[in-house]
Each structure stands twice: as structure tokens, then as C-alpha cells.
């Protein structure tokens, strides 16, 4: 039998409801927040990411799938969504109505990563990305946008790491001072983190050997070298959560794996997903818009990992997304005939609804109606085809009513009605 590609997955319907469900809170959620959204294809020039997230990430080095494209040049499948993002900003001038843009996109990323549990080479996001305002008052309003997403979705508690990475400008003494500190004991460094001395010193600080991260413990943070204009940035920044009341720690050496980075960084962290500890991450990227082409345009944003939150979720509770608000215990063809137009009328309200039409005895359509852990079911046997009626029995309390088949369905939507308003 042919099997899945390594590291790719299927997200069977159990899980699908809990993804279908975080997408919907995430839409109505940024949506309230003024976000809409855009939807970039999978497909881009190897050169966007190049340009982006730069030559000397370990995204681009050695996880991209590129391949070459009909004319000789290369095609890459994205393996973010930033990058994408921009370049939609830039080519079709959203900039030109309104250089303020706040979009979201969800949709698939592709990482050539060792596969391991929450880490796979087709992941999801979720992306924010916010066009046009520089003001620190933004990145506090998004990353509190993304806490309270969170908190929607009943996922705490989260670690808060933040950090700034400052401007071109401040973060150049900093790469020295870091080349400066690690260059002395280079021996000690994994051969990539060598070669990332002279070309990028700051992606040694993502290095996860052992070895170099007990040598980049001691280097000075970034925070120690900001400016004026980025300090000040940073402590808005900083004042902001705190008056939001989100509680965050400031991680000196937190720079992410992608080189777009200004001023603020910040990644949402859980203990509950092993290894793979990180469910969001974001930043402010400034240069980004000019750097690929377009005007001169401040720039923030996030993605959250929905495979990880989706494990996290399903992990903790039993969500009862798919639970049938009522299910048919129908007996018979009589019963069958009156039950499924009452089904459909009651789907076609947008009831949760459960029927299967099967030869089965009372006993058995209720264990199956446990099963599912419907919240009513609608019992249709003999009795109540007599008495022209359905019993309506609600599980959790055991109590039962009949319900006239005349008016059924409006008696019904009724008593649910009723039931979740308590
Ligand atoms: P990132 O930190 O590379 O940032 O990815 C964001 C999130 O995607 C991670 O925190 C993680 O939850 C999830 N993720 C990443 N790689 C994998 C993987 N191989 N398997 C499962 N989940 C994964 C970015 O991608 C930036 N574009 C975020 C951003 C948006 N910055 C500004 N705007």
C-alpha cells in the first residue's frame, strides 16, 4: 500500500473539527481586531525567501523545496507566509489606497525539518501581519490580539518571551560585540555556528547544540545595545502589555531563525508540547517592504503553529466539538420516513444533528447516541408513531418530554434553545 510522504500528515475528521474550530475563532477574533484576509498562493520564486528570510538561515540553506520552474529560474513551496504576504503588498500596491493593511492568511508552510513530534515538513499557520504603523502602541495591540486568541481557545498558560532586535543601526556594534566574544572560542563552536561568525553571527544565538548554546549564554543581549529611538520603542512596548496585564519576560538572546527582524521579537511558548515548545512567534520587520521593492513601510507579525496548538487542544479536554445536539433513535420505516424530514429541516437550521437509518434496537441506537455523547435524542418507535408524538430525552438529566409531531421542529429548536441558555 502507498503511505504518506515522511514527515506529512493527515488530519483525520476528529481533528479536522478542532482545526475547523480554531480557524472559525481566528477569523471572528482578528476580524473584531480589523484584520481581513488574504490568501497567497503556495507557490513562489525561490528568490522571495532568499531576499526575506535570508541566504544564511537555516530555513534557506537546507530546508526549502525548490525545484526548478519552466523558464530556468527556481520555484520554491513557501515555507512561511511573510514573505508572500509583502510581496502581495508591494505587487498589487495595497499600499496605494491605504498604506495601513492588516491581513491574515491560514494555509499550509513547507520545511524539509527532521520530522518529530510537532515538527513536520507541511505545518499550518496562521498569520497576522500588520502594514503602515510604526507606533510601539501596535505591537502590544497584537500581541495582546494573539494572547487573547489564546484565551479563547482556553490554551494557558503560555510563556511570553520578548525581546528587541533593535535597528540596522544598533545591531551593528551588537554583531560585532558577538563576533567579538565568540570568535575567541570558536573551537568550541558546531562547524555551521564557524561559518555563521563571519556571514551571520546572530543566527549562532538559534543554535540548538549543546555546545554553542552554553557559549552563547555569555554573550551580552541586544537590549544592552539599543538606541534611543529603539529603547524608547521597546519600553512603550513593555508598558503596554503590563497595562493589558499580559505577563512576559524579556529573553536578551531571542532573535528567531529568519533575518527580517527589527525592534520587537516574541515567541509564545508552552511546557506541554515537549521539544517542540514554540505555538506562535512574530516580530516587527521594517525593511522588509523596501527591501523586496516597495515603499519605505513599517511592518509587524505573528503566525501560530496550528498543528501544535491543535495537538495542545486536543491534548488537554475532550472538546465536544462534534457532539450531535440530537440524535435520532428512529425505529422502523415508518419512523425513518418522519425522521428524516424532521433531520433535515432541523440541519437545515443549523442543528448538529445525528441519523443513520439503520436496523437497530432501542438499546443499541442509544449506546451509539452515548458514544457520540449527543445532547438530546429523539426517540421514534411504535409508541410514539400511535401516539402521532416524539420523545425527546435529554441525556445528561435523563429527563424526557413529548414532543407533538405536529410542530416538531420549532418545539425543538425551542427546547435547545432553552437548554443553552441556562
Ligand atoms: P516561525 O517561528 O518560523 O515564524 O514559525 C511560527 C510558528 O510556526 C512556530 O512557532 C511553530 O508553532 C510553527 N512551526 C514552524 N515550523 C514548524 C514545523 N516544521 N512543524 C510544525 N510547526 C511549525 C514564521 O514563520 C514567521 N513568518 C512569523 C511571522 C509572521 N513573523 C512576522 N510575521
Not at 231 to 244: D, P
Not at 332 to 351: P, T, V, Y
Request: proline share 5%; with cysteine.
Amino acid at each position: 500500500m502507498i503511505q504518506l510522504v515522511r514527515g506529512f500528515k493527515d488530519i483525520l475528521p476528529e481533528e479536522a473539527t478542532v482545526w475547523q474550530y480554531i480557524e472559525q475563532i481566528a477569523r471572528d477574533h482578528f476580524g473584531s481586531f480589523g484584520f481581513n484576509e488574504i490568501r497567497p498562493p503556495v507557490l513562489e520564486q525561490a528568490a522571495l525567501f532568499r531576499r526575506s528570510i535570508g541566504e544564511h538561515t537555516d530555513i534557506v540553506e537546507k530546508e526549502m523545496y525548490t525545484f526548478p520552474g519552466s523558464k530556468g529560474n527556481l520555484l520554491t513551496l513557501r515555507p512561511e507566509a511573510t514573505a508572500s504576504v509583502v510581496r502581495a503588498y508591494i505587487q498589487h500596491k495595497l499600499y496605494a489606497s491605504d498604506p495601513v493593511q492588516k491581513l491574515y492568511t491560514i494555509g499550509p508552510m513547507f520545511r524539509k525539518e527532521r520530522p518529530q513530534k510537532g515538527r513536520y515538513r507541511q505545518f499550518h499557520q496562521i498569520n497576522a501581519e500588520v502594514f503602515g504603523i510604526e507606533s510601539p502602541y501596535m505591537d502590544a495591540h497584537l500581541i495582546f490580539m494573539l494572547l487573547s486568541f489564546f484565551g479563547k481557545l482556553a490554551v494557558d498558560p503560555l510563556r511570553v518571551h520578548l525581546n528587541s532586535l533593535g535597528c540596522p543601526e544598533c545591531r551593528k556594534p551588537y554583531k560585532e560585540a558577538i563576533t567579538a566574544a565568540l570568535s575567541e572560542r570558536a573551537e568550541l563552536l558546531c562547524t555551521d555556528c564557524v561559518r555563521r561568525l563571519d556571514k551571520n553571527p546572530l543566527r549562532l544565538l538559534d543554535c540548538k547544540v549543546p555546545g554553542c548554546r552554553e557559549e552563547v549564554a555569555h554573550t551580552p543581549g541586544m537590549v544592552d545595545f539599543l538606541c534611543d529611538g529603539c529603547q524608547a520603542h521597546f519600553e512603550t512596548v513593555k508598558s503596554g502589555l503590563a497595562a493589558m496585564g499580559v505577563v512576559f519576560q524579556v529573553d536578551p538572546r531571542l532573535v528567531r531563525g529568519l533575518d527580517y527582524y527589527t525592534r520587537t521579537a516574541f515567541e509564545i511558548q508552552t511546557d506541554e508540547l515537549g521539544a517542540q515548545s514554540a505555538i506562535a512567534g512574530g516580530g516587527r520587520y521594517d525593511g522588509l517592504v523596501e527591501q523586496l521593492g516597495g515603499p519605505s513601510m513599517p511592518a509587524i507579525g505573528f503566525a501560530v503553529g496550528t498543528d501544535r496548538l491543535a495537538e495542545l487542544i486536543l491534548s488537554r479536554q475532550d472538546p465536544g466539538l462534534r457532539r450531535p445536539e440530537i440524535f435520532f433513535a428512529a425505529m422502523g420505516e415508518a419512523a425513518w420516513r418522519k425522521s428524516f424530514e424532521w433531520a433535515c429541516a432541523l440541519s437545515a437550521r443549523g442543528i448538529r444533528v445525528e441519523i443513520d437509518f439503520s436496523e437497530r434496537s432501542l438499546k443499541a441506537l442509544m449506546r451509539r447516541a452515548d458514544r457520540l455523547r449527543a445532547q438530546y435524542v429523539l426517540i421514534v418507535g411504535d409508541r410514539e408513531l400511535s401516539e402521532n408524538t416524539a420523545t425527546l430525552r435529554h441525556m445528561a438529566s435523563s429527563r424526557q418530554i413529548a414532543v407533538p409531531a405536529d410542530g416538531l421542529v420549532k418545539a425543538v429548536m425551542v427546547e435547545l434553545r432553552s437548554e443553552s441558555q441556562q
